[in-house]
């Protein structure tokens, strides 16, 4: 049937940042310029203006206009009104932005593994013993054998998180989460967290942080490789709580992608936590360094498209994990020979899981101070003119979004390449203090929390019209009414033009790439949550908090 769409007038059900741009798209075949009102809590037009005749927007198929009330910076609840159509209401506010990144980042806690998540931090409905910790049903994680050909020893890979709605644990995507909450304490700072390690010296961020880092260096063998994933042995149905998974576990050959992503992650380990725990960071740099010397030893240890019991995170080219590693492995001990294996920079394709090469120019950014003036002005103009490309993309499209595909299909996971574009920005801002990139990162945010063609905030919890049945074995409401909605601040992977799965097939063939989106439990391809993607969005928001 035809999708209830709500209000033609999109806006950030969220809101706007008094100091930051506040622009709205409107669903409209008319090709001359509305009047659109400002409405307050009482009904009265706070301020008044005229659309822009945007026209048709690629990605959606939607012919709209926009409007802009960037000058408007009073506080209060408004909504926007266009003719009799009104927008969802939303705040401009500076503090809009606090709660969201607290609940980002406690997405984190909530799907850990091998450890109790107690009510006293998350509340009773999403208490849970530990998972996977070698208390039957579960076979557990704690004396794990290999997949059959793989090895005949077994490992102690307790910990860590579980990557999405499955209980798998993968090395490339778990880093890439952990460096991304390493690099928004960076960027931002601490913020007080809801979790059993909280306060102390250690920021509770790094604390989060460190959960996975550990979970990471048991997956690393004595010779440096580390194994590529451990998941169940067959796939498992949902719901399914974690502590209640009676599949045998396996781990996963060793690659030469984990053991890169280890020796990245490890090396920003090292220069972040050294001044709150000596011992730890020396741990993480013995890593990476073995981690680095053990894949120059085998350079080409692809992990396979085989996705029995878990997902593949398949990956032949490795060139952008050696570029990467060896910039976080200059960044944290300065040496010059690394700098010579730095390949790769950021491109207009940004980075993934999969594609780690712009990583090195992010690196290098938070280590600028080790760079020459020349280095650091080339790395500044790189970096800018790469999100030049993005704020062009943002501009090009009805609905502001600065990822713009080249091949016009939207990713598995579009909402975190959004996100990491919005991120790109940010240290666009940072390394050349022009306010543009600043705004595109926050007219980044709109999009992802409901001004897009769905009227659709993909932040569980955040927004009027905000998705909450997202593919979680634990978090599945949808299928059993004792088990919880997902946690507030879970970012759905969102539209994507794959349709891999088959609650997408029979619902939404013939999508325009930005409606692929259904928010069900069963929809894994558009509406899974996944660690790389709130690590995304807590980066962003943590910017967006921390910018006003
Ligand atoms: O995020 C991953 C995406 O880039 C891939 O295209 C997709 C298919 O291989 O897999 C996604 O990752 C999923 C993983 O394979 C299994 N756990 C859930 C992940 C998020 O959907």
Redesign the pocket.
């Known amino acids: 049937g035809v999708r209830d769409l709500g209000s033609p007038v999109r806006v950030n059900q969220v809101g706007y940042l008094p100091g930051g741009p506040k622009r709205a798209t409107i669903v409209t075949p008319g090709t001359r310029p509305l009047t659109w009102r400002l409405l307050d809590a009482a009904g009265r037009a706070a301020a008044t203006g005229t659309t822009r005749v945007f026209g048709a927007d690629a990605m959606s198929g939607d012919h709209v206009h926009t409007a802009d009330f960037t000058r408007y910076r009073a506080r209060g609840t408004f909504r926007l009104a266009v003719g009799e159509d009104v927008s969802e209401p939303f705040e401009i506010s500076e503090s809009l932005y606090g709660r969201l990144r607290r609940d980002a980042l406690a997405y984190f806690y909530h799907n850990r593994s091998g450890i109790p998540i107690e009510a006293k931090h998350v509340g009773a409905a999403y208490a849970r013993p530990a998972g996977h910790a070698g208390v039957a049903p579960n076979q557990g994680d704690l004396d794990v054998p290999c997949a059959p050909g793989a090895c005949d020893y077994r490992m102690d890979v307790r910990g860590g998180w579980y ?4 209980h ?1 644990k ?1 090395v490339v ?1 778990g880093a890439l989460a952990a460096w991304q909450l390493i690099d928004a304490y960076e960027q931002a700072g601490d913020v007080r967290l809801a979790i059993p390690e909280a306060g102390g010296t250690m920021p509770d961020i790094l604390d989060e942080a460190k959960w996975e880092l550990d979970f990471l260096l048991r997956m690393q063998r004595p010779d440096g490789m580390v194994h590529h994933k451990i998941h169940d042995a067959a796939w498992t149905g949902l719901p399914l709580r974690p502590e209640a998974d009676p599949q045998a576990r396996r781990l996963f050959p060793v690659s030469t992608a984990a053991t890169l992503n280890v020796a990245a992650a490890g090396a920003r380990c090292h220069r972040v936590y050294r001044r709150f725990d000596r011992a730890f960071s020396a741990r993480c740099l013995e890593a990476a360094k073995k981690a680095w010397a053990a894949a120059h030893r085998n350079p080409a240890l692809y992990a396979p ?1 085989e ?1 029995v019991g ?5 990956d032949t080219k490795v060139s952008d994990e050696f570029s990467w590693a060896a910039a976080e492995l200059f960044a944290a001990t300065g040496r010059r020979s690394y700098l010579e294996e730095v390949t790769t920079g950021l491109t207009t394709a940004n980075f ?3 594609e780690t090469g712009g990583l090195a120019d992010l690196a290098l950014a938070r280590a600028r101070g080790r760079l020459g003036p020349v280095s650091r002005l080339r790395l500044a103009a790189r970096v800018a003119e790469v999100a030049d490309a993005h704020l062009a993309d943002l501009r090009a499209q009805g609905y502001a979004n600065p990822f713009l595909p080249a091949d016009g299909m939207y ?3 579009s909402s ?1 390449a959004t996100a990491n574009t919005a991120l790109v920005l940010a240290y666009a801002h940072e390394l050349t203090r022009l306010p543009k990139y600043r705004e595109g990162a926050l007219e980044s945010l709109d999009y992802l929390l409901g001004r897009n063609a769905l009227n659709q905030s993909y932040v569980t919890g955040y927004g009027e019209r905000a998705g909450k049945n997202q ?1 979680h074995r634990f978090w599945a409401h949808q299928l059993d009414p004792a088990l919880p909605y997902p946690a507030p601040g879970s970012l759905a ?1 969102g539209p994507n033009s ?1 349709l ?1 799965d088959p609650v997408a097939q029979r619902n939404l063939r013939g999508c325009a790439p930005a409606k692929c989106y259904i928010d069900d439990i069963g929809s ?2 558009t509406n ?3 660690v ?2 709130n690590s995304a969005l807590a980066w962003l928001t943590a910017y967006a908090d921390t910018t006003a």
Do not use: I, R
């Not at 990557?163 to 499955?166: F, H, L, P, R, S």
């Not at 878990?310 to 398949?314: A, E, H, K, S, V």
């Open positions: 990557d999405a709605g499955d798998g993968y995507n498209a996705s878990g997902g593949p995170y398949d993934s899981w999969k990713v598995w996971g975190s593919h992977g794959g891999q894994y391809a899974e949550v996944a790389n993607w």
